[in-house]
């Protein structure tokens, strides 16, 4: 019935006996990190009376773990000491094993069994798991072994970094790998990255790209309308399955007349 402690609020009470009230367990949980770090200055819990309601509803840390492979109970302990802090979010860019695409499985990856293990953590310490697959930009780890799905440009090489945006296969791709991190990850948030797609290089490059726009949105459309489309397309597949979409902002310059979804962060 504490309802203006919220769902991770909590009153901590300390006197003849000490006590820890929260609406949820995800409050009185936090209410006994409190009293773990009391008991570390000290053998004692001072007598007095406190409430706590976060001032944020997102704490977060990210950890890119795309390029580098990062030790399973490295993470495991960030989850803990997150938990210790009070931190709720933890969004891993990581590489999950894929069964429908082995060609994919370079790089360094992680089991499912694995990411299960680390989800059933994050659970038991309040910890929400976000993963992120970053495109289009950024994919190399994905797509080095799919020049088929690389973005080629105008004087025909393959851009490993980039995918082809104006392909369906492309997409139907990207689907797919989202469909095999669903049954590893229970957050309803997802993350695509699409920051950077055309870092070190420029639209002018890829002629295609304007083509698709033009194609799609009209005369005056310009490429990064290609690029918001993808973006767009994520967005209506995750929504679908009942999942909220994340993007990096550094992917988008104003340079587009078709507008991301209002409902994206």
């Known amino acids: 019935s504490r309802s203006a402690l919220g769902t991770e609020g909590y009153e901590l009470h300390s006197g003849?006996?000490?006590?820890?009230?929260?609406?949820?367990?995800?409050g009185a949980f936090y209410g006994t990190r409190t009293l773990l770090q009391l008991?570390?200055?000290g053998d004692r819990i001072p007598a007095g009376r406190?409430?706590?309601?976060?001032?944020?509803?997102?704490?977060?840390?990210?950890?890119?773990?795309?390029?580098?492979h990062i030790s399973l109970p490295w993470l495991e302990n960030l989850v803990r000491e997150m938990s210790y802090n009070k931190l709720n979010q933890l969004l891993v860019e990581l590489k999950v094993k894929s069964d429908a695409h082995p060609e994919a499985n370079t790089w360094?990856?992680?089991?499912?069994?694995?990411?299960r293990r680390l989800v059933a953590l994050g659970d038991k310490y309040h910890v929400e798991i976000i993963p992120e697959i970053n495109s289009p930009g950024h994919i190399d780890p994905w797509i080095e072994n799919r020049p088929d799905l690389q973005l080629t440009d105008s004087d025909g090489t393959k851009q490993p970094s980039r995918l082809d945006i104006t392909?369906?296969?492309?997409?139907d791709y990207y689907k797919s790998l989202m469909d095999e991190y669903a049954q590893v990850f229970t957050s309803r948030s997802w993350h695509m990255g699409a920051d950077e797609y055309m870092l070190?290089?420029?639209?002018a490059k890829y002629p295609q790209i304007l083509k698709y726009a033009q194609d799609r949105y009209g005369p005056n459309a310009t490429p990064q309308d290609a690029f918001v489309d993808f973006v767009n397309?994520?967005?209506d597949y995750a929504a679908g399955k009942g999942v909220a979409l994340r993007?990096?902002?550094d992917g988008l310059t104003g340079a587009n007349t078709v507008p991301v979804d209002q409902d994206t962060t």
């Open 16 to 26: 003849t006996r000490l006590s820890i009230t929260g609406a949820t367990g995800t």
């Open 39 to 41: 008991l570390a200055q």
């Open 50 to 68: 406190t409430v706590d309601v976060p001032r944020y509803k997102e704490r977060g840390v990210g950890v890119c773990a795309c390029y580098i």
């Open 108 to 115: 360094g990856y992680y089991t499912k069994d694995e990411i």
């Open 167 to 171: 392909r369906q296969a492309s997409f």
């Open 200 to 203: 070190g290089s420029d639209f």
């Open 233 to 235: 397309r994520v967005h």
């Open 247 to 249: 993007i990096w902002n």
